[in-house]
Nanobody, 122 residues
Framework: QVQLVESGGGLVQAGASLRLSCAAS????????MGWFRQAPGKEREFVSA????????DYADSVKGRFTISRDNAKNTVYLQMNSLKPEDTAVYYC???????????????WGQGTQVTVSS
């Protein structure tokens, strides 16, 4: 079994930064892709960013390109999402996910964290 635990969410003003963390445990992650998704009230869960656990490929949603950066620390089995220049429309619950392939659809991931709330005030 795989466990994912997110942290780092909070309430910030527009223009501020936050860094989300996702600590993974339970299995070896050398072949897993790690993704970040978010879900706002009344909306579907949407792709934010993803990275291969080993290797340099990353992917971002157009809405966050240039503002968000995904990174990983393999020694700590942790993936991060650095979020800069936050906007009110970034407000959502952010989820970490692990899967076999780097995909942009939630159905492509097998394991999910419990989510962390990010609220951006205007």
């Amino acid at each position: 079994q795989v466990q994912l635990v997110e942290s780092g969410g909070g309430l910030v003003q527009a223009g501020a930064s936050l860094r989300l963390s996702c600590a993974a445990s339970g299995r070896t992650f050398s072949r897993y892709a790690m993704g970040w998704f978010r879900q706002a009230p009344g909306k579907e869960r949407e792709f934010v960013s993803a990275t291969r656990w080993s290797g340099g490929r990353t992917d971002y949603a157009d809405s966050v390109k240039g503002r968000f950066t995904i990174s990983r620390d393999n020694a700590k089995n942790t993936v991060y999402l650095q979020m800069n220049s936050l906007k009110p429309e970034d407000t959502a619950v952010y989820y970490c996910a692990a899967g076999a392939l780097l995909l942009t659809t939630p159905s492509g991931y097998d394991y999910w964290g419990q989510g962390t709330q990010v609220t951006v005030s205007s």
